[in-house]
């Protein structure tokens, strides 16, 4: 009896893995195609930002960020009625930001983000999600307004 509930214990926990939640700090791919959907401009691998304490803390602290990570804010965490606003403090490096719809539209980009500064960075309207990238990118791989973000949180 007692080697039937082992095995039932090791079959059991087996299940639970393999149903359990992925690891919610794991990186993510995100890829950026041309507005005409002929090209692929990078991929990066992404952490995201999906609680208000991921977004409040952002990329603030560190000292680099490979070429080809990044950090993407979920903005629908942040409640309607509340504005969405980026800076730099604590941030030593610069971004670029890049602004998206819920379908991945990039339309907006703010390039170069001084490093350490706290004047608030906006968009015109409010945002789904925003793509924080090492400063420069954007120019680099030719990210323009239109271009279109793939990641899991976007509808497409």
Not at 91 to 103: G, V, W, Y
Request: net charge negative; hydrophobic share 45%; aromatic share 10%.
């Amino acid at each position: 009896m007692s080697k039937l509930l082992h095995w039932v214990g090791i079959a059991f926990f087996m299940l639970m893995t393999a149903c359990s939640k992925p690891d919610d700090n794991a990186p993510q791919k995100l890829s950026i195609i041309a507005a005409d959907g002929q090209s692929v401009r990078h991929e990066w691998t992404v952490e995201v930002a999906d609680t208000m304490e991921k977004a409040y803390r952002g990329l603030m602290g560190r000292f680099s960020l490979s070429e080809n990570a990044g950090m993407l804010f979920d903005v629908n965490i942040v409640p309607r009625d509340m504005g969405i606003a980026f800076w730099m403090k604590d941030t030593p490096i610069s971004l670029d930001m890049l602004f998206a719809d819920e379908n991945g539209v990039i339309f907006y980009i703010y390039e170069n983000a001084v490093p350490n500064d706290i004047t608030p960075i906006m968009s015109p309207v409010r945002p789904a999600a925003v793509l924080e990238i090492n400063g420069g990118q954007t120019e680099r791989f030719g990210i323009q307004k239109g271009d279109i973000m793939h990641h899991p949180i976007f509808n497409n």
